[in-house]
């Protein structure tokens, strides 16, 4: 298993992948600088064709900690292969408020609220209330349609607030990546 910065790929329903992602417990976040992309957020199997990311909310104090990984409105880019199997480990990072996820189609303006996923298993539990300070969950789904996508915080506001960051699914894409893009660029 190869650990890259620069990676991401999907896999099965909620219902079933939710608790196998949540098995292994995630190593403690380290604090990094807002917009720098850490190397350990991303690992993958090229053989099984499989990738797992760790999604962390309120990462950094950047907007008020309504931010993933230290990146917000977009500024971070996972780029998964068409047909990988993508396992995401959220943890809540953040001391004061609670955050979620969800994968939805990539959408302008924001949704202020939870809208259906994009993808079977491509959300936390409780999207609206969101996970507790250092709450941890996680969703396990198959990235099989090419297209621009969104991972956003669920709970009223926030995403709409910039707490989001970009899922690219590529039809040409040999192995995931992670890219960082200045917040609000396309």
């Known amino acids: 298993m190869a650990l890259v910065a620069l990676v991401a790929a999907g896999g099965c329903s909620k219902s079933s992948g939710a608790a196998a992602a949540a098995q292994a417990p995630a190593a403690e976040p380290r604090v990094i600088e807002s917009g720098k992309i850490d190397p350990a957020w991303l690992s993958y199997d090229a053989a099984t064709k ?20 230290g990146f917000r409105d977009g500024g ?50 409780t999207l609206a209330q969101g996970l507790p300070p250092l709450g ?38 040999r192995a995931p990546f992670l890219t960082a893009t200045p917040a609000g660029k396309s």
């Not at 499989?50 to 990984?69: E, P, Q, S, V, Y």
């Not at 956003?152 to 960051?165: I, K, S, Y």
């Open 50 to 69: 499989t990738l797992n990311f760790h999604l962390i909310a309120g990462l950094t104090g950047l907007n008020g900690a309504l931010n993933f990984n």
């Open 76 to 125: 971070l880019t996972l780029t998964v292969p068409r047909g990988w199997r993508v396992a995401i480990q959220f943890t809540n990072h953040d001391g004061m408020l609670p955050h979620s996820a969800e994968v939805i189609p990539a959408t302008k303006p924001v949704p202020t609220g939870p809208v259906p996923p994009a993808f079977d298993g491509a959300f936390t539990v």
């Open 136 to 173: 941890e969950d996680g969703m396990r789904f198959i990235a099989d349609r090419v297209g621009s996508f969104l991972i956003f915080c669920g709970v009223p506001g926030h995403g709409a607030a910039g707490m989001w960051v970009r899922l690219k699914v590529s039809g040409t894409a």
